[in-house]
Each structure stands twice: as C-alpha cells, then as structure tokens.
C-alpha cells in the first residue's frame, strides 16, 4: 500500500513540475523536488527530464545538460528521452554539435535511439541550411528499420520547403504516396500549398488543392487562407475570391485574419468599392475591427489622398479602445509626404517621439519622401540627426545620392552602412561603382572597391 502511494505521490509531483515548467515558474519546480524528497517522494527519471525540457527551453542547453549530473548523483540513468530532450535544446539554439554530442553520448551510453532522436537531428539539418545532411538522415531511418511516423514526413517536407526546395519537397510526397501507402495529414497539405504560395506556383497549388478535396480531406482556415493568400500573389482575383466564398459555404470560422487577407487583395488590385463592401459585411456580421483592420483602411484613404477620413479612422479607433501603433502613426506620417505637407509630418513625427514610439520606420518613410520629393539635403540633415538607423534608411539615401549624381557621398554612406553592420543592396552598390566610373578616375574606383572588400572582411 506504501509503495502504491509513493508511486501516486511521484505521479503528482510529476505533474507539478510539468505544469510549473509550462509557467516558467523553474524555482519553483526545483522547490517542489527539494519539497518532494523531504516528504519521503523521490523524483525519477521522468521529474529530470521534465526539467531537463523546461531549462532547455526557457534558459539554455547548458541549464539543461547540467540536471543529467543530479540524475546520476541521485542514481537515476538517463534514458532515450533525456538525450532527446537535450538534441531539441541543443536545435533551439542552432548547435548542431552539441546536437551530435547528445547523440553520440546517447550511444556510448548504450541508449538505442528512437525516431524523434532522429527527427531532431533532421530538424537541425534543416535549420542551420542543411538539407542534404537530414536527407541522409532520413534515408538512415529507412535503412535502419525504424518506422518513421508522421512527423518524420512533415518534418522532411516543411524542412525542405523552408530551404526554398518546394519542388523537391513535392518531389519526396508523391513518393512517399506511391512507395509508403503514406496517407498525408492536413497539416501537411498546409505546409506544401503554403510553399507552393510563397514560390509563386500557383497551378500545382491548385493541382493540390483539388486533390486534397478528392481525397477526403476537409480543409481548415489555415488552408483556405492559404490557398486565398496564393490566388492574389498570383493575380488570380476571381479565383480568390471563390475560395473566399467556399469558405464561408462550409461553414468554417472565416476569422478577422482571413478577412484581412482579402481586404489588402482588393486592395492591390484596385478594386475599392469590394473592399468598402467586404468591410461592411465583417462589421455586418458582428466582426469588431481590430487595430490591424483599422491601419488597413487608415492606409487606404492615405493612398487615395483622403487624410481628413484617415484622422476620423484614427478617432473612432481610439474610441473604440483601440489605442494607435507605431504603424498607425506611420502609416499618417507617410500619406502627409505623399500629400506635401511636409511640415506637418515632421511635427506628427516629433509628436510619435515624444509618445515614446520606435520611430525607426516613419524615419525612413519621412526621409523616403524627402529624396523623391527633390528635398536631398533637408533628407541628409534628418539622416545625420538620427540616433538609430537600419539598411533601409541608408539605401533610401544612397539610391537617391546616385540619382542626383552625388556618388562621392553615395560612397561614403555605403561604406558607413557596412561598417554599422548592416547589409547593402547589390543594385547599390552596382550604382556607386558604375557612378564613380563615369565620374572619377579608375584609381578613384580601385580605391573605392578595396575600401568596400575591407569594410566586408571586417564586419560580416
């Protein structure tokens, strides 16, 4: 009856330290195992390797590794979790060696690892930029005999789309279909249209679409959204908007996300009176307007030149409770320039500073405006003032410096900007060397490209 109640009581201290992990609350797990012992509970393996998890997670892989020592002092061997615990550790923090380590520690400790052991190895492949390292990796599952479950396969396919090998990902799951009676999740036809989207191929999204249909499955919200997302990337308006209607046909939580998508497609394809109705039928059918919705409309009057309607967005936002962002103030700083009123920006932008707002991006829309508006060296004036600047606010000025044929100074922003350690634009670069050619003398452009290899060496 005593050991029935140890093993209950180490049970629930198990959960404790689970459900205190999952709070970030780490202290107070480490009190309750120090609690536990002084109660006659001892931890087991299953208590370290919930805190072996929640280090990892919330501290370091250090934090993580450090709590094997305490399991063996306290005679408790590590088992396969644990070193799978730390493999997903060591993958958060892009360590493929520590990855490795944990592996081959594993099995000189005489520990067989199992298939997440190895989809964790595959996802770090995947992430450090690897693909052809976790490839092998999944042909050794293969080989090795171990049967690889369905996060092995999406693990593989989402692994490789994220490396810009979408072909190849499609490749590998029409293979998996025909060799491995592998029925795919809709997770998995999420990943790949949502690849296929970003890659711009919109018939074989389309061609996967249907099939996803045929085969039984029941698209979600994501998936629509997806297929909504593609459609307008590839100017296929009407097709979108079918989606957009199938969707709500079926009954699925069209949510505020889904409507926003095709808000800001109607939007790029110049359809304004779509978008004032798409609008009136969320607020129609009791879909309150976030902040993300109102910047949108905001936006759309800016475009159009109507910054007295965009104030009064800006006036029923705030008083719905909805207090405007940085984008907010942005998004006004910006329609003022497009609209002339320069001044006016300014003294909204000193205004966004005064707020306390990270002003970074209206800076650079402000200066933006400033170059395509001819003011080049009020635009230089506010650059100099600037306490942060990131590689957009010096490619505005470079671009603009060429254009103007000051490629002297173009030159010398383009040199700052490296050594600020940012990353320039190659079309830039191109432009200050092709300016400096037809303008200076060839030793001018020798000097200016060994300065540039320098400045590279030095700060990437």
Known sequence: MRGMFLRLSTKLLNISIASLCKAKQLEKAESAIIDGIRLGVLPDVITYNTLITGYCQLISFDAGYSVIHRMREAGIKPDVVTYNSLMAGATKQHSLSQCLNMLDEMLDSGIIPDVWSYNTLMHCFFKLGKPD???????DILLKNISPCQATFNIMINGLCK?????KALRLFRDLQRHHEYIPEIITYNILLNSLCESLMWKDMMR???????LGHSPNAITYTTIMKGCFRCRRFDVGVEIFVEMKRNGYAHDLFSYCTIIGALLKSGQKQDTYNCIAHMIKIGYELDL???NTLINLHCKEGKLEHAYNLVNVAEESGKNCDKYTHTILIDGLCQAGEIDVAWRHLEHMKKMGFDCLVAFNCFINSLCKGGHLDYALRIFYSMDVKDAFTYSSLIHNLCLARRYHLAAKLLLSCIRDGFR???ADQ???????STTGSKLDVKRFKLKLRIAKLSYY
């Open 424 to 426: 320039t634009l190659k």
């Open 208 to 214: 996967l679409y249907d099939e996803l249909h045929e």
């Open 133 to 139: 390292e976790a490839y092998r990796v999944f042909h």
């Open 292 to 294: 993300a919705s109102f």
């Open 163 to 167: 490396n810009g090998l979408t072909t």
């Open 430 to 436: 191109k432009a200050v060397v092709k300016g400096l």
